[in-house]
Every structure is written in structure tokens, then in C-alpha cells.
């Protein structure tokens, strides 16, 4: 994926896109998968719902 990321970082000119762009994107992206498997595992909500009740964060 680094290389992915990289290619089309370096092809956003060409592309008509701002500098910058496709990396925002593609780590908004990211992040939003990220929290979707998350809450979509039971044990791993259940232990930060333990961690934060237990430090009042």
C-alpha cells in the first residue's frame, strides 16, 4: 500500500487534485475503517470500556 499511496500522491498534479488531497483522503479512509472493525469486536469495546471506566477517561 506504500507504494500505492506514493504513486498516487506523486500523480495528484496530473490528476487535478490539490497537493495533498489524495492523502487526506486515503487517511480518513483508513481511519474510518479502522474504527469500524473496532466497534464491530465485542471483546475490544468491553476492554476500553474497562480502561476507561477504570481511569475516568
Request: proline share 4%.
Amino acid at each position: 500500500m506504500s507504494d500505492f499511496a506514493h504513486l498516487l500522491a506523486a500523480a495528484e498534479p496530473g490528476l487535478s487534485w490539490e497537493a495533498g488531497e489524495f492523502m487526506s483522503e486515503y487517511t480518513a479512509n483508513r481511519q474510518a475503517t479502522i474504527e469500524a472493525v473496532f466497534e464491530s469486536d465485542p471483546v475490544a469495546v468491553a476492554i476500553l470500556k474497562f480502561v476507561q471506566d477504570r481511569h475516568g477517561d
